[in-house]
């Protein structure tokens, strides 16, 4: 039994609250099953070791549960599972006897007690937390919370207590990991910018760089499109090296490893030009040499052709206390300048970098590999050593330096290796415990994730679509040598034409919640999830496309996957209202169902509810554009912050909405001359609610999915309205609902 559900962690003293239900015992499917939501949340810091050295601790994020294994035998052995919040990523020890995991879709910390074994408290951070560790004196629980780009401090002694906030200047900070002198906590960020701006068609204009490679004489002229540009030594340039300064007033910085001052809270510095997508990050304990490891975009590449083989890099960035970073390729083997490289490259790669750990003396960087299965070992100076195989989708590293072992956690089928650090040989696999995940799922995760599915071994579908979502990046993958193509069957606009391949730059989209939205790609392009085969072999760099068999694998992987609840709604499904002059969500709604407000309908008639899509295409004409474009899903706009367009602005970044991401927020593209929004400033309070509507629509996964309260003994007003809330939404079908509790010390779970 899996989700989707509201879950309730409980003390000794809830059994008393709760005698109205009674105990269940487990039900293990292991086929595909309807009840099973497929979340798929990136591991960050999986796995743990006790400071007296006797236990590990590696985070069971299907089960939601808190594996603990004892380190005192020849090998790893389970010996407790302790129920925590949905799809935990992280957990960092306090102390020997104290754990806290970090759960991304409850939105909270499990605060678990290693002796007696419970969750002890609950602590309710914000949306989606990533990550946490724990420095300063008094000491400090530091937790980076990715959609709120924010890094939180808490006091451990009173949890109650209001956090300091430290605002992160960039996208989703992500691995968090505290230097050898204690004095500061580097930050990883998730969602780098690359540097780069999208111009739209109308300031691109005429002057888009020369094809290359040269269009083909069988297509007709291209339409016009925006162009990505990028910011090199101080100047913002196209691929062809033209200026475009002119048209670009703001800032947007390479932000990808922030560094935050323990002793001066808030004070921070920022590094760039490492990799434009940071997974992880580790601290050498002798030197204080931060190794961060993620992927590079080639997004400054124009056209898929010259992508082929090469759209991301694997790379490790080793940065010092003092003085400037170091980046090394994980891959200095591959021959980048053809697509496709021989099997004996292939099987030397290390794809999609997820995990850093030092050897205790600082000679040693362990690099996990989730996409291509292996442990990469560097020297201190990120020379690669040897590439060792693991358990499948390592993500989690932990070296035990006194019994010399390196510990590697499996993502893919819930594993854990021990080998020797001293040689790098297996010494032993063990489950970390039940997982609930269907078959499908987990066999279609090699495929989605695998290495082997690219030229050179080192991409996959994943390098661009994170753990099945979107890089947040803008990417120009048209082909000038490509054929045109017909309009899709089933589409009702008249004036519709055949789609040119030289499309322009198109944001990443989510490979989330893709049933029931029709054809895929921004135009429509493709009819389904299988049209993207060919993808393996144009961009990926394969000889051939995967075989039919390995991407029906793929789709049964993805097509599952969902989205998170939106944060910006209410625990029971309503949205936020507010007096007249202030955006109100709920005003947006009723405006969005109800107001014609172009050609006589409202906006639900295109954005037809729940999706926010009626899978048709619009033609370019009433776009006012170059290009027919499909009505998109609205489900996850509230992941794109945008950017502003304005002189002097330090941005985040530099896509936003709309297909090419040149426009820069929700309230800019509702002035839209085809939209009948009233005039002055009525018009721009309608917009405003609408923004706010747009900004909060429903994701199909409800708010309470992942709600979580702990009662310790006493009651408290405001977990007694948690609790009538989420039993509430568990009546209206929004969610399950499920208590863990211990009775006489034995471990009992109820559902309502």
């Known amino acids: 039994?899996?989700?989707?559900?509201?879950?309730?962690?409980?003390?000794?003293?809830?059994?008393?609250?709760?005698?109205?239900?009674?105990?269940?015992?487990?039900?293990?499917?292991?086929?595909?099953?309807?009840?099973?939501?497929?979340?798929?949340?990136?591991?960050?810091?999986?796995?743990?070791?006790?400071?007296?050295?006797?236990?590990?601790?590696?985070?069971?994020?299907?089960?939601?549960?808190?594996?603990?294994?004892?380190?005192?035998?020849?090998?790893?052995?389970?010996?407790?599972?302790?129920?925590?919040?949905?799809?935990?990523?992280?957990?960092?020890?306090?102390?020997?006897?104290?754990?806290?995991?970090?759960?991304?879709?409850?939105?909270?910390?499990?605060?678990?007690?290693?002796?007696?074994?419970?969750?002890?408290?609950?602590?309710?951070?914000?949306?989606?937390?990533s990550d946490v560790v724990f420095a300063s004196t008094p000491s400090r629980a530091w937790v980076s919370v990715s959609q709120e780009d924010a890094v939180k401090l808490y006091d451990p002694a009173d949890l109650a207590a209001s956090p300091l906030v430290i605002a992160i200047p960039a996208r989703k900070p992500r691995s968090l990991s505290v230097s050898a002198d204690g004095l500061s906590v580097m930050a990883a960020v998730f969602n780098g910018n690359d540097g780069a701006t999208v111009l739209s068609q109308t300031e691109a204009g005429d002057s888009l760089p020369a094809p290359q490679p040269p269009k083909s004489a069988a297509l007709p002229p291209a339409p016009k499109t925006g162009l990505i540009v990028h910011f090199v030594s101080g100047h913002w340039r196209d691929v062809a090296g033209k200026l475009w300064d002119s048209k670009v007033p703001y800032t947007v910085p390479r932000v990808e490893l922030v560094r935050l001052d323990v002793t001066s809270l808030g004070t921070l510095s920022t590094y760039g030009d490492l990799a434009s997508s940071m997974f992880a990050t580790g601290i050498n304990p002798v030197s204080g040499v931060c190794a961060s490891v993620g992927t590079e975009a080639m997004s400054e590449v124009r056209f898929e052709p010259n992508v082929r083989g090469?759209?991301?890099?694997?790379?490790?960035?080793?940065?010092?206390?003092?003085?400037?970073?170091?980046?090394?390729?994980?891959?200095?083997?591959?021959?980048?300048?053809?697509?496709?490289?021989?099997?004996?490259?292939?099987?030397?790669?290390?794809?999609?970098?997820?995990?850093?750990?030092?050897?205790?003396?600082?000679?040693?960087?362990?690099?996990?590999?989730?996409?291509?299965?292996?442990?990469?070992?560097?020297?201190?100076?990120?020379?690669?050593?040897?590439?060792?195989?693991t358990v499948a989708g390592p993500t989690g590293i932990v070296v035990d330096g006194a019994r010399q072992r390196v510990y590697v956690l499996g993502r893919f089928r819930g594993e854990l290796q021990t080998l020797s650090a001293a040689t790098i040989h297996s010494l032993g696999v063990a489950s970390i415990g039940f997982d609930p995940t269907p078959d499908d799922i987990v066999n279609g995760r090699r495929f989605f994730y695998g290495g082997f599915t690219s030229g050179h071994g080192d991409e996959a579908c994943a390098s661009c679509h994170f753990f099945g979502d979107l890089d947040n990046l803008a990417w120009d993958l048209g082909d000038p040598t490509g054929s045109m193509t017909?309009?899709?069957?089933?589409?009702?606009?008249?004036?519709?034409?055949?789609?040119?391949?030289?499309?322009?730059?198109?944001?990443?989209?989510?490979?989330?919640?893709?049933?029931?939205?029709?054809?895929?790609?921004?135009?429509?392009?493709?009819?389904?999830?299988?049209?993207?085969?060919?993808?393996?072999?144009?961009?990926?760099?394969?000889?051939?496309?995967?075989?039919?068999?390995?991407?029906?694998?793929?789709?049964?992987?993805?097509?599952?996957?969902?989205?998170?609840?939106?944060?910006?709604?209410?625990?029971?499904?309503?949205?936020?209202?507010?007096?007249?002059?202030?955006?109100?969500?709920?005003r947006g709604r009723a405006f969005f169902v109800g107001t014609p407000v172009d050609g006589g309908q409202p906006c639900a008639f295109c954005h037809s509810l729940p999706t926010g899509t009626n899978r048709q295409l619009i033609d370019r004409f009433a776009l006012q554009s170059t290009q027919d474009v499909k009505v998109p899903q609205l489900r996850n706009l509230y992941q794109k912050t945008g950017f502003t367009d304005a002189t002097g602005v330090v941005n985040k970044r530099g896509a936003g909405f709309i297909h090419d991401g040149s426009t820069d927020n929700l309230f800019d593209f509702l002035h839209f001359p085809g939209f009948n929004f009233a005039a002055g400033a009525a018009g721009d309070a309608q917009r405003r609610d609408l923004e706010a509507y747009l900004l909060a629509f429903d994701t199909g996964m409800a708010p309470a999915v992942g709600a979580q309260v702990t009662f310790d003994g006493g009651a408290g007003a405001g977990r007694v309205a948690r609790m009538d809330t989420l039993t509430q939404r568990a009546a209206a079908g929004d969610c399950d609902l499920v208590a863990h509790g211990r009775v006489a010390q034995v471990a009992r779970g109820w559902m309502f």
């Open 1 to 129: 039994m899996r989700r989707s559900l509201a879950l309730l962690l409980a003390g000794s003293s809830l059994a008393a609250a709760v005698t109205a239900l009674s105990p269940h015992p487990a039900v293990t499917r292991t086929q595909a099953v309807a009840d099973f939501a497929h979340f798929e949340s990136g591991h960050v810091h999986p796995l743990a070791m006790t400071p007296d050295g006797t236990r590990l601790l590696a985070v069971n994020t299907a089960a939601g549960t808190l594996t603990v294994l004892s380190l005192t035998g020849a090998l790893p052995v389970r010996v407790a599972d302790i129920p925590v919040g949905l799809e935990p990523v992280s957990v960092a020890v306090r102390s020997n006897d104290e754990a806290w995991v970090v759960n991304q879709l409850s939105d909270d910390i499990s605060i678990v007690n290693l002796v007696t074994r419970n969750v002890r408290a609950t602590l309710y951070v914000g949306d989606e937390p």
């Open 486 to 586: 017909p309009v899709p069957p089933g589409m009702l606009d008249p004036l519709l034409t055949p789609m040119h391949p030289m499309k322009g730059p198109m944001t990443t989209q989510s490979l989330r919640g893709l049933p029931n939205t029709g054809l895929l790609h921004w135009r429509g392009d493709r009819a389904d999830f299988f049209a993207f085969r060919g993808a393996t072999q144009g961009l990926l760099g394969l000889a051939a496309p995967i075989p039919d068999s390995e991407m029906v694998a793929m789709s049964q992987f993805v097509l599952p996957l969902v989205y998170p609840p939106n944060p910006n709604q209410f625990l029971d499904r309503t949205f936020r209202d507010a007096p007249a002059g202030q955006p109100s969500a709920e």
């Open 310 to 389: 090469h759209a991301t890099e694997s790379r490790v960035a080793l940065v010092p206390p003092v003085g400037p970073a170091t980046v090394v390729g994980l891959n200095p083997h591959i021959n980048y300048a053809v697509p496709n490289g021989p099997a004996s490259e292939r099987d030397s790669s290390l794809a999609l970098p997820m995990g850093a750990a030092w050897s205790p003396d600082g000679e040693r960087l362990y690099v996990s590999a989730m996409g291509s299965g292996r442990l990469g070992v560097l020297s201190a100076e990120g020379a690669l050593l040897a590439r060792v195989p």
